[in-house]
C-alpha cells in the first residue's frame, strides 16, 4: 500500500497492543499496514452474531500467527432505528473490544484457559461510526462443544455421546472455578467453548466477563452464579450431570429449580411476558437445549 493512500486512510483511534506477547513487533506493522481494512483476504468465521463479522488468517511473514480479527460494528445496519441507536449507544460507552480484551486478561489470570488477545483499536470503515477491532491468537481446535452437541464431529453417535458426556464434566470443573475466583461470564453456550488439540477446553467470547458483586460464598452468591448459567445449551440429563458435578455436595432440588428459573427466562421478565402473551416471537432455541 502507498504512502500516499495510506495517509488518506481515515485514522486508528485507541490502539492498544499487547506489548509482552512475542509477536507485538508483528502485530504493529500489520496494523500500521492497514492490510486489516481490506477483510476480501481473510476467511471469514460464521457466527450468529449480527453484530460482528469475524474473520481467520495468518500474520504476513515471517511470524505467520494463526490470528482471528473480530470487528464489532458500532450500528449494526440489520436492527431497527431505534434498536439500532441504543447499539450505538453501548457501542459508544463500552468499546466492545476493550471489552473483550479485559474479559480474555480476567480469564488468563484466574487460571482458565482462554485465547490470547494481541490488540484492540477502533477505526471508520463504511459508515460514519467507529467499528472496533479485536485480534488475537487462533487456538488450535478442531471442534466447539456445539459440533459435540449437533453430532458434527464426524464420531460415531455413541462415541460422540460419551465425549460430550466427559466434556460435560470438565466444563463444570471449569465454571466452578470461575464463580470461586468471583468471575462470571455471561454467555455460558456451548458455541463459547473449544477443545482445543492439547486436549483442553478453552473459554472464548469475552466481551461480557465481569466481577461478581456479590463475592462471599453464600446462597446470594450461588443464586446469582446460576444465572451465569442460564444460557448452557446442553440437554437436561447433561445439565443435571453439570449441576452435580458443578455443585458437589450442595447439590439439591432448590438450586435445580434456580437454575431452571433462570433459564426460563427471569433475568429477563418483560421480554419473558411479552413471549407469554404472544407480543414476541417464540425463542429460537430448541425446547429440550
Ligand atoms: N481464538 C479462537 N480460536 C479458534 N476459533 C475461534 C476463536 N475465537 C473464535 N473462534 C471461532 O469463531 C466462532 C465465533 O466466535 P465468538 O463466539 O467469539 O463470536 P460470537 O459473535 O459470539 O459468535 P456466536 O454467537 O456464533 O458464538 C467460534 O465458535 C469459533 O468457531
Ligand atoms: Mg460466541
Not at 181 to 199: K, P, S
Request: net charge positive.
Amino acid at each position: 500500500m502507498s504512502s500516499s493512500r495510506t495517509s488518506r486512510l481515515p485514522p486508528i483511534h485507541r490502539l492498544l497492543i499487547i506489548q509482552d506477547q512475542p509477536e507485538a513487533d508483528a502485530v504493529r506493522a500489520f496494523i500500521m499496514s492497514g492490510r486489516w481494512r481490506d477483510t476480501q483476504e481473510f476467511t471469514p468465521v460464521s457466527t450468529r452474531n449480527f453484530r460482528y463479522t469475524i474473520y481467520s488468517f495468518l500474520l504476513p511473514p515471517p511470524s505467520r500467527l494463526p490470528c482471528i480479527l473480530k470487528v464489532a460494528h458500532a450500528a449494526p445496519a440489520a436492527l431497527r432505528p431505534l434498536r439500532r441507536l441504543n447499539a450505538l449507544l453501548s457501542h459508544w460507552l463500552r468499546d466492545p473490544s476493550r471489552r473483550a480484551l479485559r474479559g480474555a486478561h480476567y480469564l488468563a489470570a484466574a487460571g482458565l484457559p482462554t485465547y490470547r488477545p494481541l490488540a484492540c483499536w477502533q477505526a471508520r470503515r463504511d459508515s460514519r461510526w467507529r467499528d472496533s477491532f479485536l485480534l488475537y491468537a487462533q487456538i488450535p481446535a478442531r471442534h466447539s462443544l456445539r459440533d459435540y452437541l449437533l453430532g458434527v464431529t464426524g464420531l460415531p453417535p455413541d462415541e460422540n455421546a460419551r465425549a460430550l458426556e466427559n466434556l460435560t464434566g470438565q466444563l463444570a470443573d471449569r465454571v466452578a472455578a470461575l464463580h470461586r475466583q468471583g468471575l462470571r461470564h455471561n454467555d455460558l453456550a456451548c458455541g463459547n467453548w473449544l477443545e482445543g488439540d492439547d486436549g483442553q477446553i478453552y473459554l472464548i467470547d469475552t466481551d461480557h466477563v465481569h466481577r461478581a458483586r456479590w463475592r462471599i460464598a453464600g446462597g446470594v452468591k450461588q443464586f446469582y452464579d446460576l444465572k451465569d448459567l442460564r444460557r448452557l445449551d446442553l440437554p437436561t440429563p447433561l445439565r443435571r450431570l453439570f449441576l452435580h458435578r458443578y455443585l458437589g455436595g450442595r447439590n439439591t432440588a432448590f438450586w435445580w429449580r434456580v437454575h431452571q428459573f433462570w433459564r426460563q427466562g427471569a433475568s429477563r421478565p418483560w421480554r419473558w411476558l411479552r413471549r407469554r402473551l404472544h407480543l414476541r416471537a417464540p425463542s429460537q432455541r430448541q425446547p429440550d437445549l
